[in-house]
């Protein structure tokens, strides 16, 4: 939302015109930023279901490979 509101407040299409290096590495921080999300959103998930898994099957190798991402 505030990034729509910066990058996209005037009719230019050219938004790192002013200062290139800073623009650059703000949208770089950001892409970044929703990969760790969704990364991270993914360990929860495979750590969730393998605590489900491991409900009805007593095995624990699988654990340590979580901890080790």
Same mark, same amino acid.
């Given at each position: 939302?505030?990034?729509?509101?910066?990058?996209?407040?005037?009719?230019?299409?050219?938004?790192?015109?002013?200062?290139?290096?800073?623009?650059?590495?703000?949208?770089?921080?950001? &892409?970044?930023?929703? !990969?760790?999300? =969704?990364? $991270? #959103?993914?360990?929860?998930?495979?750590?969730? &279901?393998?605590? #489900?898994? !491991?409900?009805?099957?007593? &095995?624990?190798?699988?654990? $340590? $490979? =979580?901890? #080790?991402?």
């Amino acid at each position: 939302f505030i990034k729509d509101t910066v990058l996209f407040a005037d009719e230019t299409l050219d938004h790192c015109s002013v200062s290139t290096v800073a623009c650059k590495s703000a949208v770089a921080f950001f &892409q970044f930023s929703i !990969l760790a999300n =969704y990364f $991270w #959103l993914l360990v929860e998930g495979m750590y969730l &279901q393998t605590l #489900l898994a !491991l409900t009805f099957v007593l &095995q624990r190798k699988y654990f $340590w $490979w =979580y901890i #080790l991402i």
